[in-house]
């Protein structure tokens, strides 16, 4: 079982940057594709960005293309979430997952089978 430790999130101006990383400690998530969910309250979780198992194949939502980029170390057993020229809108509390082995796709929750606890990053005006 893997068990994801998110970090890197806090309060940040319009136009500033963060860097999120997530790791499982003491496992090994190299095989697995893995992505980065957020959640405002209110609403519901929504995809942010994913990345294979490799690093060869990645997507993003349309509403951070540009701006963020995910990454892994597989060596590192981390993945990143490099978040530049954030936006008040880009304040939620963010979640590191592991794709299901029985996933049918990339972006839905339900093609995810391990989260973390999230990490909460705030983008002031």
């Known amino acids: 079982q893997v068990e994801l430790v998110e970090s890197g999130g806090g309060l940040v101006r319009a136009g500033g940057s963060l860097r999120l990383s997530c790791e499982a400690p003491?496992?090994?998530?190299?095989?697995?594709?893995m992505g980065w969910f957020r959640q405002a309250p209110g609403k519901e979780r929504e995809f942010v960005a994913a990345i294979s198992w490799n690093g060869k194949i990645i997507h993003y939502a349309d509403s951070v293309k540009g701006r963020f980029t995910i990454s892994r170390d597989n060596a590192e057993n981390t993945v990143g979430l490099q978040m530049n020229s954030l936006k008040p809108e880009d304040t939620a509390t963010y979640y590191c997952a592991k794709m299901s082995v029985h996933a049918s796709g990339w972006f839905s929750t339900f093609d995810y089978d391990r989260w973390g606890q999230g990490t909460q990053v705030t983008v002031s005006s």
């Open positions: 003491g496992r090994t998530f190299s095989n697995y594709n």
